[in-house]
């Protein structure tokens, strides 16, 4: 018997499948003056996903060309990144494979003597919809621990692969004892997680694709996947997308790739923001591990029903 198509579904099919994962309550304080740390008008997270070569290697894309693409972004961008967030005094939020951690074994060390956060982002950087229960457990469990002995602590937060969610993805986050995950897209502030219109405590720091530089930027030469920007034109969508938050006392959040935003003519529109960014009075830039902690106060036990 074939299964019934999308239109055919009865209501508690689909109503099941739309409540499974949604966005609970708010976490912004009410209060503008109490909502940030010492009473900034706007919270500033800038992080950078270190896929470097594992997004080729989790295809079985092994030639050369694939593995020099992504080395690129630990052996060239990661050290003018990091120059860069030293001068303006930026912590930032890096969520790398374990791989690539293993791969290069002081890259997370490097990271955490900088002041920055390190953040789970899978093993292989796996799709993790193809996976079960158990192997996403695994792969994700493994990856912990991964960081947790190279970092000298254990990751508090978690970006899935691609933002991709399966559907045991948020039971497994919960297994793993994360205190926040940065995958998904119904806020532009952070919120809490509810599953099956029942409270999880798990703080979810919404992305975005606008926020995004992969979405603009990146190149494959054998698909229609084309760079459409020019770089100095990105730079205005992100001064417009802070300037909002700012007026909202609210999150500007930023995701970035190293081996995409780290070469010279694109590194100036990182280095254009922050100097946007930094003349701006009230500015709290924390990692996002600091935002989720500030926001867990938040966090109440009363039931929220999507």
Not at 26 to 40: M, Q
Not at 155 to 184: C, H, K, Q
Not at 255 to 275: A, N, W
Request: hydrophobic letters at 35%.
């Amino acid at each position: 018997m074939n299964p019934l198509q999308p239109w055919e579904w009865p209501e508690p099919q689909w109503r099941s499948r739309v409540n499974k994962i949604r966005a609970g309550q708010s976490l912004l304080h009410p209060d503008p003056a109490l909502r940030w740390k010492d009473g900034a008008k706007v919270a500033v997270l800038l992080s950078f996903d270190s896929d470097h070569e594992t997004p080729s290697l989790r295809d079985g894309e092994t030639s050369p060309g694939r593995m020099a693409q992504g080395e690129y972004g630990a052996r060239v961008a990661v050290p003018r990144i990091l120059e860069l967030l030293r001068r303006y005094e930026a912590p930032a939020s890096f969520y790398i494979p374990a791989v690539c951690a293993l791969l290069r074994p002081d890259e997370v060390p490097t990271y955490v003597d900088n002041g920055h956060e390190v953040g789970v982002h899978g093993w292989i950087h796996e799709r993790n919809t193809l996976l079960t229960y158990e192997q996403e457990l695994d792969l994700l469990g493994r990856a912990t621990d991964v960081l947790h002995t190279q970092s000298g602590s254990k990751p508090t937060g978690i970006r899935t692969p691609s933002w991709d969610f399966s559907d045991s993805t948020l039971d497994v986050i919960r297994e793993l004892g994360f205190l926040y995950d940065s995958s998904l897209m119904a806020d532009d502030e952070p919120y809490e997680l509810l599953s099956e219109g029942s409270q999880t405590g798990i703080i979810e720091i919404p992305v975005e694709w606008i926020r995004d530089d992969a979405p603009y930027l990146m190149m494959d030469r054998y698909t229609g996947l084309r760079p459409y920007m020019p770089p100095r034109q990105l730079t205005q969508i992100w001064k417009d997308e802070f300037d909002a938050a700012y007026a909202a006392n609210g999150v500007f959040q930023l995701t970035l790739h190293p081996h995409i935003i780290g070469h010279r003519s694109r590194l100036i529109v990182l280095e254009e923001l922050l100097e946007h960014i930094r003349s701006h009075t009230g500015v709290w830039i924390a990692t996002h591990q600091d935002l989720a902690t500030h926001a867990a106060s938040r966090l109440n036990t009363r039931t929220s029903i999507s």
